[in-house]
């Protein structure tokens, strides 16, 4: 064991996976000798070679369509978006293409790759610097979506993602890449896509979050603590494919849930989440499912912090889900 | 992957080399089926021959597979007449361990791969016999075995693919050229400029080989682009380009061929333009005569590549009416035989609606399957339907 930070993780199970498997290559904007923006690729061009570590040339579109080629030929790519917000050039070689080649060729032509992408609010980066569209990916079928809350979590979900034969997007909380510090093991480590975990046990309401949101709402339940009221929270760590399973044993436990994400309500992922909870377990409810989410605005900058979820909004949706 | 430092390079003096240059064709056929004056390559007697059986084979195809589409036996397809040369011309040049990202009409590359014939007409059926399983748009072959990749229907974005493969193949020191075909209305797509400079950058081993048919759709290519030539934008991107007359079989054959001996060397990738003509609509929901003039159609019919290099191989006393009679009789009875054994395959296995989206279909997957499954054998007592 280790204790290192969210992004450290991610560097160290591209390390492990690069010295693993020589099919592994990572590539992005500024991924090389830099090390990545945020620092995630520190080190990796050093040590493997620029065959194995580059920079491109500035175009998502020309990243992610060369990476299904790559993928294609037989290399196992990890693709960096430098920020989410950058992803739409590219797009369609998400959607299009690397997400239907199975399907579209009967299994003949996979792409297994990963695309990485720093997400989400609170870094003062306004519009273009913290967006969180998971969404749109999770609603495409053919892709795999993770999110990992934690280093271990991290460093895991980005080795089981790598070897993983289908396209994952791989969204990195980056608003706790540094403050998110945890116990990681050392070398072989994977956490199975598909699998939640249970963060904290309680009896009285569900709490499903994910990403930056996990450690937000680990303090509202420190809160609700206080108030007598024992919160469970899970972390679905992968929103496609999902622990349905996790998610409705807990919430059949607690009779309650509230689900809190960043991104814009509407059409939100937790929209789909409590679309579920009603259609398997609304017997068990014993109040209305709250979602505490970001606005259906552009992400704004002077404002950041009234759009993001905090812990006063966490306790008002726990308290609509008891008061109604 | 490092971009190697470019050296500047002296440019080769020959015609017949590639060149970033614009408005020269390069053409090995007269119209009288005559070679220029010391441009036959000299090629092989049996690779002639194959050349021209391979022309016959994709011309006979597809008149036969419009046939079935207006006979409503197919829903859709998209005819290559006239523009046979420049599918079988650069497949014939490539090596078998190279591979091939297709556009619409290069569908002949999978048959030359060893596609099985009634394998592709099983794909234009979208039966249990086609290797898509049924999930694409007739036209859209794969054939992984002959390294031919399945393209999507989307203009432009398997050159990014190509792109790819080619640095993979790069990256892992491979020996192999990578193939990308487009035509002229994708050189205006986002991919197009992506997977170029990615392409110029690495100087990948490849060759992209645009068929310049004159029609995206309805839209000349005087209208997709202000260039003066498709070939010259390769020169922007750091890429040696030629333009070659897309008729002319043997021009077509020996400018990949060069372009590929290139790639192979290390040399990096080239651009070929090949002028040819779409003598047809786009598809078989298009109509031509809505857009275009009967008289330019006629004028490349003068053109016609089958034909050309007919005259040829006569003149070389290779070919004669006798043998053509017999060509022809083999591939009717070819296509017949494939057609038959295609139509008879019986329909996709409603399973294969959700396998192949992930290597293992998610429970949700699975669920949503046995919902429809259920709701069918209450309602009708069959499954499938």
């Known amino acids: ?324 | 992957m490092a971009a190697p430092t470019r050296k500047k390079k002296k440019s080769p003096g020959k015609k017949s080399e590639a060149t970033a240059s614009g408005a020269q064709l390069l053409s090995v056929l007269n119209d009288d089926g005559s070679a220029v004056i010391g441009g036959d390559p000299g090629l092989a007697k049996e690779t002639l021959l194959s050349l021209y059986e391979w022309m016959v084979r994709t011309r006979e195809f597809d008149r036969r597979m419009l046939m079935l589409q207006r006979q409503g036996r197919i829903g859709f397809y998209g005819p290559i007449l006239g523009q046979e040369a420049a599918t079988v011309g650069s497949v014939a040049a490539l090596d078998g361990e190279d591979w091939i990202f297709p556009a619409l009409r290069e569908g002949a590359a999978a048959l030359m791969r060893g596609l099985p014939l009634r394998e592709a007409i099983a794909q234009l059926i979208g039966n249990e016999m086609d290797r898509c399983k049924g999930r694409q748009m007739p036209c859209h072959y794969t054939y992984k075995e002959g390294h031919y990749y399945g393209m999507s229907s989307v203009i432009g974005t398997q050159i990014s693919h190509a792109v790819g493969a080619a640095m993979a193949a790069k990256i892992r020191g491979d020996k192999a050229v990578i193939a990308g075909y487009l035509g002229d209305g994708a050189t205006s797509s986002n991919d197009f400029h992506a997977g170029m400079n990615f392409a110029g950058v690495y100087r990948v081993p490849l060759v992209m080989i645009c068929q310049n048919n004159q029609w995206a759709i309805s839209v000349p290519a005087s209208k997709q682009s202000a260039s003066e030539t498709i070939a010259i934008k390769a020169e922007a991107y750091g890429m040696p380009s030629m333009r070659v007359d897309g008729n002319d079989v043997l021009a077509v054959y020996q400018a990949t061929r060069q372009a590929a001996e290139r790639a192979r060397r290390g040399d990096g990738p080239t651009f070929l333009e090949l002028v040819t003509y779409r003598r047809l609509g786009h598809s078989s929901s298009d109509d031509p005569s809505k857009y275009r003039d009967e008289e330019e159609v006629k004028a490349w019919e003068k053109r016609d590549p089958v034909d050309r290099f007919r005259r040829y191989l006569s003149g070389k006393k290779l070919w004669n009416k006798a043998k053509e009679e017999a060509l022809n009789q083999d591939i009717a009875d070819e296509v017949n035989a494939a057609i038959k054994a295609a139509e008879a395959a019986g329909p996709c296995a409603p399973e294969t609606l959700i396998t192949d989206v992930f290597a293992e279909p998610t429970e949700q997957l699975r669920e949503q399957f046995a919902q429809v499954e259920e709701v069918n054998r209450e309602q009708t007592g069959e499954f499938p339907l």
Request: net charge negative; aromatic share 8%; hydrophobic share 40%.
């Open chain 1, 1 to 324: 064991m280790s204790t290192m930070t969210l992004l450290e993780a991610a560097n160290k199970a591209m390390q492990h996976e690069m010295a693993n498997d020589e099919r592994v290559v990572v590539f992005g904007e500024d991924v090389g000798l830099k090390g990545g923006v945020f620092g995630t690729t520190q080190g990796l061009q050093n040590e493997f070679g620029d065959d194995r570590c580059f920079d491109t040339p500035l175009s998502e579109c020309g990243i992610l369509g060369t990476a299904v080629g790559m993928a294609l030929y037989g290399l196992r790519p990890i693709a960096e978006i430098q920020f989410l917000d950058f992803i739409y050039p590219g797009f369609d070689q998400i959607v299009s293409e690397a997400a239907k080649m199975r399907y579209r060729s009967g299994g003949e032509y996979t792409c297994p790759m990963v695309i990485r992408s720093p997400y989400g609010g609170g870094i003062r980066g306004g519009h273009y610097h913290s967006q969180s569209s998971e969404a749109y990916f999770c609603h495409t079928p053919g892709l795999k979506v993770v999110i990992p809350s934690t280093p271990a979590d991290t460093k895991g979900l980005l080795i089981a993602s790598i070897r993983d034969e289908d396209p994952v997007m791989f969204l990195e909380p980056k608003r706790i890449y540094r403050t998110a510090k945890g116990e990681v093991p050392d070398g072989e480590h994977v956490v199975p896509l598909g699998k939640g975990r249970v963060v904290r046990e309680g009896s009285d309401c569900t709490i499903v979050a994910y990403g930056a949101m996990v450690p937000l709402v680990e303090k509202a339940a420190l809160e609700a603590e206080k108030q007598g009221k024992s919160m469970e929270i899970i972390d679905p760590r992968s929103l496609v494919p999902l622990d349905e399973e996790l998610i409705l044993e807990s919430v059949k436990k607690t009779g309650r849930c509230v689900i809190v994400h960043e991104a814009p309500r509407t059409c939100g992922y937790g929209g789909e989440i409590a679309a579920i909870i009603a259609e398997k377990a609304i017997e068990y409810l014993e109040g209305p499912i709250a979602r505490v989410t970001g606005f259906d605005t552009p992400f704004p900058y002077a404002l950041e912090n009234l759009y993001m979820p905090d812990v006063r909004r966490v306790m008002s949706g726990i308290a609509k889900t008891f008061n109604w």
